[in-house]
């Protein structure tokens, strides 16, 4: 038995969002009777981070506290409308909606601060600690939720925004099918170590180092921690996920937890991550967003270090054990490529 | 179906309760009990976010049958922390982003918590252990093994001083 070390490489480029139907999404912004913001979306976060972006977003444009500010993704039948959290989407489409949102709620609140204190709106700005004060002249100042609140129940006013964001759709082109599907493009490239073992067919995963383009990370943590997690993803579909192998028939596959296998806690490598951020020039604060993309480097590159290690070339997925030892029988032996 | 009277502590409180025959735990938890901590996820032990202590040891409650915990004490991530005040292990699973979606979170603090109370100072071997039998779909695993040697450090930083 011999471990035999492989390295492999991938470059990505990876669309975010798509070009069905405009790919729109909507955001409704509007200040509750405490003066304080709710972002009605239908754009579901389930675990990625939807709310907690979306939420800065909304804070930093209306230029309120992000304390002040509760997303709220409870109904999409309810909600505004929204294509739906997949494709990379998420922090591009509905950040910039929210963006026209509460663009729109901070005109009127502004308006309303104005009105309090007699001046033209056009001379106040925001602190972002929740206070609107004139230009230059911090202590003429109102609170922005004393500013919403003499709006609901003085001026006679809501304090709301609406947002959509709607890529115009691209035709395409009859004779070169040809056409322009997505704003933007997030880049990845990844080096991933790995072992193969020529007796059992087995490859363990050693290491993994990344570089990501993707705009400008609105929340660093929550952009690594789903890097990490997304290339465990890759990880379990480059090496583990399968409801295959099914012998005799369909009903002897894996069907459950038991057999679909994923990597464990114990399968994981190391993960080094550097992130390079080139705001995107139609991006919310120039975010484009990792989601998917995060596991897709992974899968290439195993693939590449496997033939890098023993010379076996698989082109479908998962590189499980079994298609591993065949490819080495084929060639007759583990076939190392050349070192790097 | 025959319904039998129970009793077991419950997060330190005495808890009486009818089962049905047959009945798991995590179903007279959730919905016998109300505590909601405890998660679904495969119904077949394969899973772990059901995982709750059982007079100190990790139990998938999902395999357990209700009747065996009668006169026994059982913990749930409910029980972690004191009112507002988080449990070490809470506050690390937060500061190292150790959840995303959340789901084997319960099932992953008391497999973590079952192993700081025997063992306080893990090896990163031994926390990986601990939780190779709860399946996270989200996060890659490493920020719970970091949360997890984060809280053993905070805690063994608390009993020194
Ligand atoms: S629900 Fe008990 S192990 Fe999955
Ligand atoms: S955080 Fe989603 S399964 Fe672990």
Redesign the pocket.
Known sequence: MTLHPGRGFAAINYPIGMNLGGDPSQALVHSNPDGKFTVALSSIDLGQGMKSVTRQIAAETLGVPVEDVYVDTADSDTGPHCMGSFASRGTHRVGNAVIQAAKEARAVMMEAAAEELEVNPDDLVTDGKGNIHVKGAPSRSIGTGTACAAAQFKQGKTVSGRGIFLVPLSPVDPETGEMTPVTCFAHAAMVVDIEVDDETGEVSVTQMNSAYELGRALNPKLVEQQLVGGAWMGMSHALWETTEPYYPDRSHGPIDFNDYLMPGPGDIAPHHISILERPAPDGPFGGKGPGEMCANPVLPAVANAVFNAVGVRITDLPITPEKVLRGIRANGGAKPQRRW | MARTPIEFRHNGRDQAIFVEEGSNL?DVLRRGVGDFAPK???????????TVLVDGEPH????TLAETVAGRSIETTSGLGKGVELHPLQQAFMDNFAAQCGYCTPGMLMAAKSLLDHNPSPSRQEVVEAIAGNICRCTGYEPIIAAVLDASSRMSGRRSA
């Not at chain 2, 998938?60 to 395999?63: A, I, P």
């Open positions: 995590l679904y996820g495969c119904g077949q032990g394969t899973c772990g976010c059901c998938l409650s999902c395999l």
